[in-house]
């Protein structure tokens, strides 16, 4: 591909960004300064297709600060404070843009179009059947072959705490009818947080799950067994041996899945247990408790070793825990290797397989209406 087709095609999608503003309206005030500063732009790699990959800084007042990249919207690093106030890099990732292109354990990406799994890799919607690309067994895991954390998003620096990045998604792609717009804005607050709003609109009906795929580990190595979490859920939704839910809402009493009180995550994963059995480990949706429609606490996950904190708050009904029971010391970067439960992963979403599970609560989105979520991952010490 030539320099002028590449300069074509990006400016097509700066153009693509704009418009999709204008389609999807802004977001509420939510860049922390009222400031026309940047965050740090700085040029990081090229796809296969020459597309160049920036990275951009977001820091806060404190020091807390995040790397992420318009590829995938991944956040390759994020650092904030141990007990002690050292600053420490907290979320798995590489050290070169040329490692996030090799097949991906989804390292700090953004998920779309439909996050988790969808079974069967079909679903009908209006009467019509979609077929869906098959990447995990016999099921449509993250939005398919390449979904939006395999794509070049453009971008927009609105603050030096906030990045705004926008894919616009076409009619027909990795299966999904309508032409989809979603716009995602990462903000570090002065409150220690990495915010993320998600926008989307769509010209037919589709379905949308939109997530975050960070790999926490608050020590920063080792593994992650000795992190005592809470979940905010009596409810979580089992799953066959495919890891597609059953349809059925479990409670967690009694059984291994039961974090409603703090508890380290190793205590009860080896146990024998069908589910924990399926996941290899923990690796389900927890049917989040909520009393409304705004940001409501979802976990809190401690490291007594660090004494980093992290609190997990969402506007979703679901959350994906998942303890990185894949990895398999075959990954490395940043001078570790990702064995097997070195992180952990929280991602906020509506249930797997929603589409062709009517009971759950639905991820259809019309063109009449606008997709809106927030999650916040917040960290004290
Ligand atoms: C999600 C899934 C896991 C696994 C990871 C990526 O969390 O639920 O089963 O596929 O993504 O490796």
Request: proline share 4%; charged share 25%.
């Amino acid at each position: 591909m030539d320099e002028t087709h590449i300069m074509d095609k990006q400016r097509r999608r700066i153009l693509e960004g704009s418009l999709a503003l204008g389609v999807l309206g802004t977001f509420g005030c939510s860049a922390e300064k009222d400031t026309v500063a940047a965050a740090t732009k700085t040029e990081w790699g090229k796809t296969r297709d020459g597309e160049f990959v920036d990275i951009f800084t977001l820091k806060n007042a404190t020091g807390v600060e995040a790397r992420i990249i318009n590829y995938g919207g991944i956040v390759v690093s994020l650092k904030v404070p141990d007990r002690t106030g050292a600053m420490g890099d907290i979320v798995a990732g590489f050290d070169s843009f040329d490692d996030y292109l090799k097949p991906p354990p989804y390292f700090g990406a953004l998920i779309g179009r439909y996050g988790n799994r969808i079974g069967g890799a079909h679903f009908s919607l209006n009467g019509v059947e979609y077929k869906l690309p098959k990447n995990d067994g016999e099921n449509t895991l993250h939005g398919g072959l390449r979904g939006f954390d395999k794509r070049v998003w453009s971008a927009k620096e609105i603050s030096p705490q906030a990045l705004e990045l926008t894919y616009v998604s076409k009619d027909g792609e990795e299966g999904f009818p309508g032409t989809l717009t979603a716009t995602v804005r990462y903000t570090v607050t002065d409150a220690n947080e990495l915010k993320i709003e998600y926008l989307a609109a769509t010209d037919k009906d589709t379905v949308v799950n939109l997530t975050h795929h960070g790999y926490f580990n608050l020590a920063g190595d080792g593994d992650i067994l000795s992190h005592e979490a809470m979940i905010n859920a009596d409810r979580f939704t089992p799953i066959d041996k495919g890891l597609i839910p059953t349809g059925d809402l479990k409670s967690v009493a009694g059984t291994p899945f039961d974090f409603r009180t703090a508890k380290a995550i190793g205590s009860r994963i080896e146990e024998k247990d069908e589910q924990l059995a399926f996941g290899r480990g923990y690796d389900h949706n927890w049917v989040l408790n909520r009393t409304g429609a705004g940001l409501e606490l979802a976990a809190r996950v401690t490291d007594p070793r660090s004494g980093r904190i992290m609190e997990v708050w969402t506007t979703e009904p679901g959350l994906q825990f998942y303890t990185g029971n894949f990895l398999d010391g075959s990954l490395k970067g940043k001078g570790k290797t990702y064995t097997r439960r070195s992180a952990f992963c929280m991602e906020t979403q509506h249930f797997p397989d929603s589409p062709n599970k009517p009971s759950f609560p639905t991820t259809l989105l019309k063109p009449s209406d606008r997709y809106q979520t927030t999650t916040v991952y917040k960290f004290s010490k």
